[in-house]
């Protein structure tokens, strides 16, 4: 057992008790913790700030306002509901399509305004959000992914996970939905975790269940070596993530759009630590690094630099 | 300086929690393991009623020493009241009083209760007189004629005494007993009818009250004997079984027929009578054996609280205990349990259930819970009523369990009442979120955690040695501050952490 600890130890692996103790209670001030836990919030300051983000259609916010729904969503042939404070990718509803009165979501089912209107009495109740808290809705533009990912992905939207430090952005990978997720690119419950070399934007080997896989288990496909689009546009709308939030430790969510290219998904202020598994590799060292050169670092394109040089894989 | 801060602080508390401790171990020479061996208890009669302005009255009686028993370091708290001790009839009373007083009142009397061997002093008992029964008319003819019955059944005081116990005890068979009791016998009348028809007979007898001498009893019962004269010698019995063997424990404390306390000018009068094994006898034995005049450490400590207030701590000084128990199992272990202290509070109601029956107890509750939660979730209702009807048929099946197995004759089944519901409830809740969200095993393994955490904490904290030392060296709270004040700053890994990770080191 003490062999495992020297081993991780010396890999740089962090542990939950170190990231909380010495990174995010350190670098990321409590006030600020709302800012990236309602994502509408997030979502106005990036806008504001601008930072492209899925376009903002509608935000419900009380039971009665559920009765303008068909007018919001008349003009839409395709969006996706979400609630303001959920975690992991819950309650979370994506419309592609349109038959005759019905919605087809992306799984392939049909459902009617009503069925809607009561999806959206539940995420008002606050079933997905934290603590169970009273929420709020937001009717967004519905993300199409690069073809690049087709091979890899099912059902969902998969995205570029980014930590940055100080606004260096120090390790990333990106999320593939598999059916076992049902289409969620969330880690606990079953999506794939890739490393991304953070020099070149290059997919590494994956990490499914916390075991090394090479092929995604749904497609079969391959899922290293496949190049990141935008890659140097990517890591410079994380490293603003920094300024624009304050939080010195902050997990950075992205999509990539097919045609309006990268957009901010979410902020996470305690991003999990997954991200080594994927990467093989230890954020301990990368942050280090990091904290020894933070004075030579002055603007978005130094931190971002800095990253693509030291941090390859 | 922050970087030492913490360093400095806990080194603080560490030097002064140790250094407490060894000196009142090494130097006050306090007993480190609990000494049930000590003959000596804490005695304390808590008497508490609302006085409505007037003159007031209370009259208790009070034990005095006797053969087995010393009485000593009595004290009787009252703020404002005139106090006087009598006797009366051969008992001790102690007798308050007060012009004026009104509102809600309390007083205590408490005195320490050591086994004394004064052994056979061959004290010359002044034989007492025979009383007149006070019978008359019917009942005295019924007395009369059940001496004769008896006395034609038995061969001598003793026999006399137990045959007319088992009459008296066998209500309905015979009319001249039903006649004499009354129509709602209690034991406490059919001692004072024992009495009567004795006296009758010619025997010299009275009821004697007083309560057992117990480890830890909050609410001791005052029990009651019954007493011949014989032979120059009082004797004891037990009025329902009419055994004569003198309880050890037994402490008389009057006697005659009066209450325990009487209240003129006061009203809703309740007496709470305590027993508690006096484990600062045995600490301040050993102190002033060491000839050290008592420094201010020994005064100031639990041991001056009232009986009940002691007990109270007995179990909240627990806490800290398996608080940082939660601690290690959540930093240095990595077991996430539901709700971060319920498991402490999970642990304290198995002190009062026992391990096995707690478990019985706390799955069956979490298992009807989450069912109607289950249920509950089809009626898509909003959190709070959610909540709250969640918690209201987890009291009432807490009522029927207990009902159930009071009635089956399992007394463990009452103190199912002492499971914090509102955890309960809160538990069941994120149970069942959990099992919707990551799914049934997820949410079934992190139950089970919770469950496992609070039988280790239970483990630790049902340990009399533990709970020894934590009362009667409270400082050692301050070492465990420390160290849980070092926890706070642990960054190594958890050791389920090491498993997660595994995939990197091969």
Known sequence: MLEVVKKLASLGIMGINKRNADYISVYNPRKLFPLVDDKLKTKILAENAGLEVPKLYGVIEIQRQIRDLASILAPLTDFAIKPACGSGGDGILVVSGRVKDLFRTVNGQLLSLDEISQHLTRLLSGVYSLGGRPDKIIIEYRVQFDPVFERISYLGVPDVRIIVFQGVPIMSMIRLPTRMSHGKANLHKGAIGVGICMASGTTLKAVWKNSVVEEHPDTGNTVEGVNVPDWQKLLEIASRCYQLTGLGYVGVDLVIDKDKGPLLLELNARPGLNIQIANRAGLISRLKLVEENINLLNTIEDKVRFAREKFSS | ?506
């Open chain 2, 1 to 506: 300086m922050r970087k030492y801060h913490l360093q400095i602080l806990c080194t603080l508390l560490l030097v002064i929690g140790a250094g407490l401790f060894l000196y009142k171990a090494l130097i006050l020479h306090y007993p480190l393991s609990p000494d049930t061996q000590t003959d000596a208890w804490l005695l304390e009669y808590h008497p508490s009623f609302s006085a409505k302005g007037k003159p007031l009255k209370l009259s208790m009686f009070i034990p005095k020493s006797t053969q087995q028993f010393l009485i000593m370091d009595e004290s009787f708290i009252s703020r404002g009241f005139g106090l006087t001790t009598t006797y009366k009839d051969g008992n001790r009373q102690a007798v308050w009083s007060i012009r004026n007083a009104s509102g809600q009142q309390g007083l205590y009397y408490r005195a320490v209760v050591r086994r004394g061997n004064i052994g056979d002093t061959n004290e010359k008992i002044k034989p007492p007189e025979l009383k007149l029964s006070g019978l008359e008319g019917a009942d005295l003819e019924a007395a009369k004629s059940l001496v004769a019955d008896i006395r034609a059944k038995s061969a001598d005081t003793e026999s006399f005494l137990s045959t007319l116990l088992k009459r008296l005890n066998e209500t309905g068979s015979d009319t001249n007993i039903s006649l004499l009791l009354g129509k709602h016998p209690t034991s406490l009348k059919q001692a004072q009818v024992a009495v009567q028809i004795l006296s009758e007979a010619g025997i010299i007898s009275r009821v004697v009250f007083g309560v057992i001498l117990e480890d830890q009893s909050r609410n001791a019962p005052i029990i009651h004997r019954l007493e011949v004269y014989e032979n120059r010698n009082w004797k004891s019995f037990d009025v329902i079984t009419g055994d004569v063997s003198l309880l050890e424990n037994f402490l008389p404390c009057w006697r005659g027929l009066d209450p325990i306390v009487q209240l003129t000018g006061g009203e809703r009068l309740k007496t709470v009578v305590s027993v508690a094994r006096h484990q600062e006898a045995a600490v301040l034995a050993t102190v002033s054996g060491a000839q050290i005049t008592s420094p201010a450490i020994v005064k100031f400590s639990l041991f001056s609280l009232p009986i009940e207030t002691q007990s109270v701590y007995k179990v909240i000084l627990m806490i800290p205990i398996g608080a940082f128990l939660v601690t290690l199992f959540r930093n240095l272990v990595g077991m996430r349990t539901f709700g971060t202290f319920m498991p402490v509070l999970i642990a304290l109601a198995f002190r009062e259930t026992q391990l096995l029956w707690g478990l019985v107890f706390f799955t069956v509750l979490i298992a009807t819970g989450l069912t109607v939660r289950f249920y509950l979730e089809h009626l898509k209702l909003l959190l709070v009523p959610r909540l709250a009807s969640i918690l209201i048929v987890v009291i009432l099946f807490m009522a029927m369990l207990s009902v159930l197995t009071h009635m089956i004759g399992i007394e463990r089944g009452l103190s199912v009442a002492l499971f914090p519901m509102v955890i309960l409830t809160m538990t069941i809740e994120r149970m069942s979120i959990m099992w919707d969200e990551v799914g049934s095993y997820e949410s079934v393994k992190q139950g089970l955690n919770s469950l496992l955490v609070a039988a280790l904490i239970y483990g630790v904290i049902s340990n009399q040695i533990v709970g020894h030392l934590i009362f009667v060296f409270p400082e050692l709270l301050l070492i465990i501050l420390a160290l849980t004040l070092m926890l706070g700053r642990y960054t190594g890994y958890r050791l389920l952490e090491l498993k997660r990770f595994r995939a990197l080191v091969d």
